[in-house]
């Protein structure tokens, strides 16, 4: 499983700029991601408190199957290969419970991962990745140096919708752009 590994050295190689005490991230009040979902999560973070927690990143993505045919033209068979989203944090209470979650193969109902800009101090999301009907399928605990503990996990999902939220240059949320694609119906859905 290499790309595990460079996931890993991409997102630990940066834990110098996380100040672990104020939850901060490149030096900015609010974390770059959080994941949210009620049967783990809780953190110290304002508006998370009771189903969300910073993670350092994500790995998330899809492929379509294409080939050439004897004319040189793309033609596909429409079979699409979702990869499993990977998720880099740090350790907390959460570590066991996905662990057990993994090991019993339970499904999440909803798991969501936000990305937050700061601006003026103001958390904006700029965007939502929302998971639906999830297992985790991966647990992986690194221990860096001394006070340095972090956990990767992945999981496997049914549905799936990446949104965009869109500001305008005065800062004003303006709508967001989003397309869902279910695995079980090959239904996609734009907004």
Known sequence: ?????????????????????????????TPQYIIK???????????????????????????????YNSSGQLSGD??????????????GDWGPIIYQYMVEGRTLELLNIWRFISVEGTKKCIQELNYKQCQI???????????????????????????CIVYDHTGKNTGKVATSFSIGTLKVESK
């Open 1 to 29: 499983m290499a790309a595990q590994g460079d996931i890993i050295s991409n997102l630990l190689d940066k834990h110098t700029l996380l100040d672990n005490e104020k939850n901060t991230w490149h030096g900015a009040q």
């Open 78 to 91: 429409g079979k699409i290969l979702t990869s499993d989203t990977m998720v880099c944090m740090k350790y």
């Open 137 to 163: 399928k991966t647990y992986k605990q690194y221990l860096i140096g001394e006070d340095m503990e972090y956990i990767v996990f992945s999981f496997g999902y049914v549905w799936v919708e990446d949104a």
């Open 37 to 67: 979902c009620a049967d783990f999560f809780s953190s110290d973070l304002e508006g998370f408190e009771d189903d969300g927690a910073p993670c350092f990143g994500i790995r998330h993505g899809a492929s379509r199957l294409i080939t």
